[in-house]
Every structure is written in C-alpha cells, then in structure tokens.
Nanobody, 120 residues
Framework: QVQLVESGGGSVQAGGSLRLSCTAS???????YGWFRQAPEKEREGVVT???????IYTDAVKGRFTISKNNAKNTLYLPMNSLKPEDAAIYYC???????????????WGQGTQVTVSS
C-alpha cells in the first residue's frame, strides 16, 4: 500500500507559477511516480513521470514549463509549474505505479488531487 498526499494547488493568473508537492508513505520501494491531471469533461491525462534513476517523460504540452523533481529522503515529489496557461487548469493527481509509462492504467495508487485554476 502507498499513500499519497498532494498539496500546493491554487488559483493564479495566466503566466503565473505554482508548485505542487506529493508526499508518499507506506511501501514506496521501487515505485514509479507521476503527475496526472483531469479537467472537467475531459479524460485524465499524464503530465509527467519520473523513473527511479531520475529519467523523466513529459507530455509535450508542459515541456519547458513544468519540472518534476524528487527528494528520496523525504519521499516527496515536486512539480514547479511556470508560465501557466488557462488550459493547464485541472485537478492534478499524484500517482504511484509499477511501470515507467505516462499512462493512467499503469498506476495503482492515487492521491486525492489538488485543484489548479488559471485565469486568463
């Protein structure tokens, strides 16, 4: 079992920044972690995932603006998000899984989500 708790969401104007955090607890050994998001009436989409060796996969929409990092000592994942756009608005979920792919089906533990709102 893995427990995930996100924080850091909020409301910003377009062009602004937020930093999401996700703290994992439980059996975190050899887990792959990722961020996903879901906007109203849209499917959940992968934002970024990070391998155990630090290799990262970003979705094209956030490349150059979002940067994932991980503090292994604190079991915490970070996602600074810069130059936010209205289309980035969604509920952001932290997830843990057993495969290094940016697809929701590969993740079996999910946080409760944190809302990100971007106004134009």
């Amino acid at each position: 079992q893995v427990q995930l708790v996100e924080s850091g969401g909020g409301s910003v104007q377009a062009g602004g920044s937020l930093r999401l955090s996700c703290t994992a607890s439980g059996y975190t050994y050899r887990r792959y972690y990722g961020w996903f998001r879901q906007a109203p009436e849209k499917e959940r989409e992968g934002v970024v995932t990070i391998d155990t060796d630090g290799t990262v996969i970003y979705t094209d929409a956030v490349k150059g603006r979002f940067t994932i990092s991980k503090n292994n000592a604190k079991n915490t994942l970070y996602l600074p998000m810069n130059s936010l756009k209205p289309e980035d608005a969604a509920i952001y979920y932290c997830a843990a899984g057993n495969k290094f792919v940016l697809a929701a089906w590969a993740y079996d533990y999910w946080g409760q989500g944190t809302q990100v709102t971007v106004s134009s």
